[in-house]
């Protein structure tokens, strides 16, 4: 069975610091990979994916994240954040039915 | 770009009610799915469509039903509403067949059952 795991519920952080969100998976299928951002009363908007090829995947808003099968893991980090990456970030997978399955999120705090 | 719209941002239901959620996308996608968000669960699956008139359970289908008629659109139907499914309710589309590489997201619906 599919499965993910989000290491930190919180993470709060300095501005202009750099902040990496911590996920591992677990997948008997093949893996596809997936970050997920919600801003405040807003829907999820995807962030960046990781379907095959290279393992380091660039999103929106300076976003990157590495997959790395031996350690099961797909770590979200941006080198710079700023107030408005203050955030619910959450990792996914792709189930055997075809659906996601998330993580149970992790918040992004980003202080002045 | 792709639109998902919900019906509405917050309701008020009292228990027992029947209520409905609709939930409406704009580009023509096969696959449909309706999530629950709650704190610290994250999205849970409730049920999904992969075409019109077909349906399939999720991880937590129980004390709901779903009703796909048109390839646009897909309702969430609580039967008689509980204080338990107080959450957030996200509807989310794609294509692509049956692998969903993408899921894009409506705005969400905030329930409250008093």
């Known amino acids: 069975a599919q499965s993910v795991t989000q290491l930190d519920s919180q993470v709060p952080v300095f501005e202009e610091a750099p902040v990496e969100l911590r996920c591992n998976y677990s997948s008997s299928v093949s893996v596809y990979l997936f970050w997920y951002v919600q801003y405040p009363n807003q829907g999820l908007q995807l962030l960046l994916k990781?379907?095959?090829?290279?393992?380091l995947v660039k999103g929106i808003n300076g976003f990157e994240a590495e997959f790395n099968k031996s350690q099961t893991s797909f770590h979200l980090r941006k080198p710079s954040v700023h107030i408005s990456d203050t955030a619910e970030y959450f990792c996914?997978?792709?189930?055997?039915?075809?659906?996601?399955?998330f993580g149970k999120g992790t918040k992004l705090s980003v202080k002045p | 770009d792709v639109k998902v719209t919900q019906s509405s941002r917050y309701l008020v239901k009292r228990t027992g009610e029947k209520v409905f959620l609709e939930c409406v996308q704009d580009m023509d996608h096969e696959n449909m799915f309706w999530y629950r968000q709650d704190p610290g669960l994250g999205l849970r699956l409730i049920y999904f469509s992969y075409d019109v008139k077909m349906k399939e359970k999720g991880d937590i289908p129980e004390g709901y039903s779903v009703s796909r008629e048109k390839k646009e659109r897909f309702s969430l139907i609580l039967e008689s509403a509980s204080t338990n499914q107080t959450s957030m309710y996200l509807c989310?589309?794609?294509?692509?067949?049956?692998?969903?590489?993408?899921?894009?997201f409506g705005p969400g619906t905030r329930l409250t059952v008093t």
């Open positions: 990781y379907l095959s090829g290279s393992t």
């Open positions: 989310a589309s794609s294509g692509g067949g049956w692998i969903s590489y993408e899921q894009y």
């Open positions: 996914a997978v792709i189930g055997s039915q075809g659906n996601l399955i």
